[in-house]
């Protein structure tokens, strides 16, 4: 059923959207799509059904945490942060802070705010707090990017980017970001690099998570070919399928919270950032899904960007933070250097309880005091 629906919307964005007579890669919202509610939304009603078939009253409860969900007012959002640089769409946002700069990498997958959700867990603040001004890179529009691979949006934007500031920054590149960081620091100087739940040996994860990619994109690339780009619900089946049941219990969970407590308001800021991605060009969703998980290029050494391979070795401090319940970035997939396993998973590692754990051992490697070594 699940794919069914992956392949059927991926169609029906083929069909109903022009890019010629829109201008934009994907319409405003599909005809499938409420405004506020999980995308794909009729996945996610298909879970909630599955899950009421051997519990009513999580059924219920879960779909009532979808109203309040869809109803609940939206605090405003803050004005975004001043550019310090900007390379054809992209630009990095200044967060502030004193002392050498730290680059805050994001995935390509969702909006960069998940590092900057709110005052209370933002990455971003944090970093501030570290002495450290911190950068952090906003993607821009997919139009914007729609001929790049990933190697091409490190090529294009983030070298340029980095080079854009008057010293060498260390990198903190979180899911997907952390790859690119790894493969930006075998080009350019920078001070030292950090992952955070990234992965970079792909075939590391388990056979049946690269089987249903596999499955994914096979049902999946004709449509993203044709509009040039795989839409956000596709992806956000894939991770949907990695855990049905979390995705339907936290809806159930939502429903039992005050509206205006600090946990409801958050869980919305959450919800609103996983729904709200750009797709993901068609260069970089082919690059990812065939050259990574594919043929793990980068775990092999053999992945090419900017002309020359992209290597786990580098020659300036490297630390991976990985989560230890990650199921989207499994912690075995971290590459070489120091490693620290946090209890946590994927995105509870940046704006969970867990963030404390992660924050302090950042905090540690980023130091200024500490240099790199010779």
């Known amino acids: 059923m699940a794919y069914f629906l992956i392949v059927t919307l991926s169609e029906d964005f083929a069909m109903n959207s022009s890019p010629k007579a829109s201008g934009r890669l994907l319409p ?22 599955q899950a009421a078939e051997r519990d009513p009253e999580l059924g ?80 821009g529009s997919a139009d914007a990017r729609k001929h790049l691979g990933i190697a091409g949006h490190v090529e294009e934007l983030l070298l340029p980017l980095l080079r854009s500031i008057d010293a060498p920054a260390a990198l903190v590149g979180y899911c997907l970001g952390g790859t690119m960081a790894i493969a930006a620091a075998n080009i350019a100087p920078v001070e030292r690099v950090a992952t955070l739940a990234a992965p970079w040996h792909f075939s590391r994860y ?27 619900e596709v992806l956000q089946a894939s991770f949907w399928s990695l855990d049905p049941a979390r995705t339907v219990r936290k809806f159930a969970e939502f429903a039992r919270l005050e509206p205006d407590c600090p946990d409801a308001q958050r869980f919305i800021a959450l919800e609103d950032w996983a729904n709200e991605g750009e797709p993901l060009p068609y260069p970089a969703a082919k690059e990812l899904l065939e050259v990574m998980f594919g043929e793990d290029l980068p775990g ?26 990650d199921l989207i970035a499994p912690a075995s997939t971290a590459p070489a250097g120091e490693t620290i396993g946090i209890k946590s998973g994927h995105v509870g590692m940046i704006v969970g309880s867990a963030r404390t754990i992660m924050h302090e051992a950042l905090q540690a490697f980023l130091d200024p005091a500490c240099r790199p070594t010779s």
């Open 28 to 49: 405003e919202h599909s005809a499938l799509q409420h405004e506020r509610a999980p995308r794909p939304l009729p996945l996610f009603l298909d879970l909630v059904r």
């Open 206 to 232: 388990p056979e049946s998570s690269l089987a249903a990619l596999r499955k994914m994109w096979q049902t999946s690339e004709p449509a993203a070919r044709a509009l040039g780009a795989l839409p956000m």
């Open 300 to 325: 092999k050494g053999r992945w090419t960007v900017g002309g020359q391979g992209a290597i786990e070795a580098l020659d300036v401090p490297l630390i991976n933070l990985t989560a230890e319940r």
């Open 60 to 139: 219920r409860d879960a779909l009532l945490g979808l109203r309040a969900y869809e109803s609940a007012e939206r605090r405003p959002c803050s004005s975004p942060r001043p550019e310090a640089a900007r390379i054809a769409g992209a630009c990095l946002r200044d967060h502030g802070g004193a002392g050498p700069p730290a680059i805050l990498i994001p995935s390509l997958i969702n909006p960069p705010r998940i590092l900057d959700l709110d005052p209370q867990v933002s990455l971003a603040e944090a970093v501030t707090r570290m002495g450290r001004q911190a950068l952090l890179v906003d993607w």
